[in-house]
């Protein structure tokens, strides 16, 4: 940090966890989730409010953190992708994937339905799609559509992340009502690699295409 830029002092809770840190006056929050605190879960696209890359939420709100100051957050409360796995376990709805990560049922929502696709976007869809199940239950794929629509992905189409966001509705709504979720199974269990199956020719991939295995010559 330049002397020469004026400073501010701020006191911020980010996922739970109390800051206080000087920071240039004109340094973005995004810029200061990830530079100052070591977030680097939120990133920055297009830095100028249009693709929310770095959606975060700002007292429950979702905000685009490049369209912030971090001087203007002082004495609030930020939550960041990093946060939901701490949500998660907090409400009692932790999944474990195979690598022994916890996530929030969104996650596992993208993970399973393939709405991930870069780490750029995937953090603002979560984001938005939590602030939007935190509002709405049971939204329907038009309302889905409508509040992601501050999000772009720029390399795939958005049906795969709607449903996402529907399959963990459903999920929730499950752990609410105590039915054990709709993971899939058949029995309600949640599994633990993610709902791929390791079964047979599709081998595990996500994408259950029969890939070669190579080595034998055949
Ligand atoms: S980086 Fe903030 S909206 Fe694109
Ligand atoms: S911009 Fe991330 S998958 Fe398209």
Not at 14 to 28: C, F, H, I, Q, S
Not at 131 to 155: K, M, T, V, W
Not at 183 to 201: K, L, M, P, Q, R
């Amino acid at each position: 940090m330049s002397k020469s830029e004026p400073t501010t002092t701020v006191t911020v809770t980010v996922n739970g966890e109390e800051y206080v840190k000087e920071t240039e006056d004109r340094k973005l929050l995004v810029h200061f989730l990830r530079e100052d605190l070591g977030l680097t879960g939120t990133h920055q696209g297009c830095v100028v409010g249009k693709c929310g890359a770095c959606t975060v939420l700002h007292d429950g709100t979702p905000k685009k953190s490049c369209m912030l100051y971090a001087a203007q957050i002082d004495g609030d409360e930020i939550t960041t992708v990093e946060g939901l796995a701490d949500i998660a376990e907090a409400e009692g709805n932790e999944m474990e994937t195979r690598d022994g990560a916890t996530l929030h049922p969104l996650q596992m929502g993208f993970k399973r339905n393939h709405g991930l696709q870069c780490g750029f976007c995937t953090p603002g869809f979560l984001m938005t799609s939590y602030a939007l199940l935190q509002e709405n239950e049971d939204p329907d794929d038009d309302e889905i559509r409508s509040a992601l629509s501050g999000n772009i992905c720029r390399c795939t189409g958005y049906n795969s992340i709607v449903e996402s966001v529907e399959w963990a509705a459903a999920e929730l709504a499950g752990a609410d009502d105590g039915a054990g979720g709709s993971d899939g199974n058949e029995d309600g269990a949640v599994s633990t690699d993610g709902g791929f199956s390791t079964d047979g020719a599709a081998g595990g991939c996500p994408c259950r295409r029969d890939y070669p295995t190579g080595g034998d010559g055949e």
